[in-house]
């Protein structure tokens, strides 16, 4: 491209020679004033470099010429086509215009034929209307037939009796009571008549429906054996779908009560005579009459006979009415709820196991009528107390056990309750027998102060109460309070006789007799923990009583060994120095009389303690009579110190007198006087050397 600029400025200064100055300088300034940053001479070069021309002085000559045609040449060519171009939008044109007068043709028709049928197109659209109208209400009339009415082999699978109670008649009740309760909102509506028939129509199926469940499960009660693990399931699902019938479920459980009372009684009757109520001998089973002679026995079978019975029977209605959580809980609310006219202030929301108890007390009610009459006389037949206490304690035992599995209130605990105290009453009125024949018969002590047999015979008697009492299910903070009465009948009568018999003893037969008779029965309450304050008040008997005879051989200690004088003279004086010194002029404390009490003194230590327990020997228990004569000769060894320490007192201060009286006649210096000093000195006896015992060896000898 610049070696075409170059030699078009060489063609351009060789022209100069023959042009005027001006023209060339003017065409000079014209080139050189180009710019090449211009675009379109951009273009242009661009356009010559891609002809691919050869610089020669005849292209130079002709370029613009040849430009120019070959611009003329292009045009002529577009002007040819663009003639094509206008040739084709005529016939473009031609089209559009036949299409136009088409269509204005069509319209025209269009026009019309909307005109003709738009009566037909307003009718059609009102059917369409009406069409979808009634599809609607056929849909509607469809389900609500589907909801609200029952086909007719539904009916009579609800109604019929020859229908048996199967999956498929709850499931057509359940249907039922679902329409009864969906009629509720058809009364919402203005027009009531719809609902009013078929909620009557519904209540007549349903009860319908109750009826004939009400009849099968009366069918089913008279045949239902409760001890048979495999109870038709339909029972409990029906007894909880009747339950929405309270006068149903009410009238099929009286029914049910009755006929489990006289299968239950007719068992009772069976297990006492080994036979059914058709007199069938079962051989495998023995009578519990059979050993009616042996009452305690014979009652304890039939109670345990009753209470195995009413456990087996809880335990069948729980599995048959409450087996399966609240349901039927939830079936008695919703028949109150169904049938508020028969609801009344009371009531209170259903309590499962207070309706099974009550069941279970209903259908035990003839087995505790006929127990009641057989163990009254069972009782009644017995004179033996023990027995009859026996009898009352295990009618105790299971009343409490009865009471915690059918509550307080149960007939058959009633009855336990009456044939407790009828026992009580029967063991009382025996005891009563038994203390006035007693009073009869113990009207003295035994010849060796024994304890008499009567009350060997009470306490035996008692220690088998006590056994009895031990093993029974009373609290044991309440049983000390319990059996307090019984103690008092039985052996606070005997007591309080052989304390009457004590009285008429002389000392020491009635304390010794006394503690024999309270030895022996702590020896038989002290194991029974029940028995605590009737040992405590027997203690302070047994206290009372060693303490007396603790007296009597305290006596026996002074008087026999010949203290008792001594210690009588001694006692009015003080530890004074004109007291002591009065002890010599005492009669008992003469040099003849001491002398002849030093000897029974001596005479009676080497024997003291086996005459002392010679005196206790009817005492039973050897510890106490050692303790009390070791308690007695205690005393009696702190007597004789008192007395021994007032005899060295006063010889004491007798010999101190004469050590003055014989250092003031030496100082007085008179021969004669002296002599008399030393002869009074050797006249003087002092009272301890005429009774020289010590205390030390008194508590050697009495050890």
């Known amino acids: 491209m610049f070696q075409h600029s170059s030699e078009a400025y060489e063609d351009g200064v060789g022209g100069l020679t023959t042009q005027r100055s001006s023209a060339l300088s003017n065409k000079l300034t014209g080139v050189l004033s180009v710019s090449y940053a211009d675009s379109e ?60 007068k088409c269509c204005e043709d069509m319209r025209r028709h269009m026009a019309a034929a909307r005109q003709a049928n738009t009566p037909i197109l307003d009718e059609a659209s009102a059917l369409l209307v009406q069409k979808q109208d009634l599809e609607k209400k056929k849909q509607l009339l469809h389900a609500f037939n589907k909801h609200f009415i029952l086909p007719n082999e539904d009916l009579v699978v609800l109604t019929s009796t020859t229908e048996a109670i199967d999956e498929y008649f709850f499931t057509i009740l359940a249907r039922i009571k679902q329409i009864h309760s969906d009629c509720r909102v058809l009364l919402g509506s203005e027009n009531q008549r719809l609902g009013l028939e078929l909620m009557e129509q519904s209540s007549r199926h349903l009860n319908a429906g109750y009826q004939k469940l009400y009849r099968w499960v009366q069918r089913e009660f008279k045949t239902l054996d409760l001890e048979s693990p495999q109870i038709n399931a339909f029972i409990r699902r029906s007894l909880r779908t009747l339950a929405e019938r309270p006068a149903l479920f009410e009238s099929c459980l009286d029914s049910f009560s009755e006929a489990r009372e006289n299968i239950l009684t007719d068992g009772f009757y069976s297990a006492l005579t080994g036979s059914s109520i058709n007199q069938d001998k079962d051989p495998t089973m023995k009578p519990i009459e059979f050993h009616a002679h042996d009452a305690l026995r014979y009652i304890g079978d039939m109670l345990a006979w009753a209470h195995s019975t009413t456990v087996s029977e809880r335990e069948s209605l729980e599995s048959l009415f409450i087996s399966e959580g609240d349901a039927m809980a939830k079936g008695i609310q919703a028949g109150r709820h169904s049938e508020p006219w028969s609801a009344t202030d009371d009531d209170e929301s259903f309590d499962g196991r207070k309706a099974l108890d009550s069941l279970v007390n209903r259908n035990m009610a003839g087995v505790a009528r ?80 024994g304890v008499p047999e009567v009350l060997e015979e009470t306490l035996s008697q008692l220690k088998a109460l006590m056994k009895s009492y031990e093993s029974s299910l009373t609290p044991i903070e309440s049983r000390e309070e319990d059996f307090a009465p019984i103690l008092s009948q039985t052996l606070k009568p005997v007591l309080d006789i052989c304390e009457t018999i004590a009285k008429n003893l002389g000392v020491p037969a009635t304390n010794i007799f006394l503690l024999n008779c309270y030895l022996t029965a702590k020896s038989t309450l002290k194991t029974f923990d029940f028995a605590k304050t009737v040992v405590e008040g027997i203690d302070r008997g047994i206290e009372l009583s060693a303490s007396t005879l603790t007296e009597y051989q305290h006596h026996f200690f002074l008087h026999v060994s010949g203290l008792h004088p001594l210690l009588a003279a001694l006692s009015p004086l003080s530890e004074a120095p004109s007291d002591l010194r009065k002890i010599q002029t005492l009669p008992v404390f003469e040099p003849s009389a001491l002398m002849e009490s030093r000897q029974t003194l001596d005479e009676f230590l080497p024997s003291a303690l086996m005459d002392a327990l010679e005196n206790l020997k009817e005492l039973r228990d ?44 030496e100082d007085e210096g008179a021969a004669g006087d002296r002599g008399d000093v030393k002869e009074g000195r050797e006249d003087l006896v002092l009272l301890r050397e005429l009774y020289p015992r010590t205390s030390g060896e008194i508590r050697v000898l009495l050890s």
């Open 622 to 665: 050897t510890k106490v009579a050692g303790d009390v004569t070791s308690e007695a000769a205690e005393r009696f060894c702190e007597d004789f110190e008192f007395v021994e320490g007032r005899l060295r007192a006063h010889d004491e201060i007798v010999a101190a007198s004469e050590d003055e009286e014989g250092e003031g006649s």
């Open 41 to 100: 001479i951009r273009d242009a070069l661009r356009l010559l470099d891609q002809k691919n021309v050869k610089n020669t002085p005849d292209l130079r000559r002709n370029l613009r010429s040849d430009l120019r045609k070959e611009v003329i040449d292009c045009n002529g060519i577009i002007v040819k086509e663009f003639g094509q171009v206008a040739e084709q939008l005529k016939q473009i044109g031609s089209t559009i215009l036949s299409l136009n």
């Open 370 to 449: 006929a127990l009641r009459q057989r163990v009254e006389q069972a009782i009644q037949s017995q004179d033996d107390a023990v027995t009859v206490y026996k009898i009352a304690n295990l009618i105790s035992f299971y009343r409490v056990t009865l009471t915690k599995l059918l509550g307080a209130e149960s007939s058959i605990i009633e009855a336990l309750r009456n044939l407790e105290s009828s026992a009580m009453r029967q063991f009382e009125a025996l005891q009563s027998d038994q203390t006035a024949s007693i009073q009869a018969e113990l009207t003295q002590a035994p010849s060796d102060l």
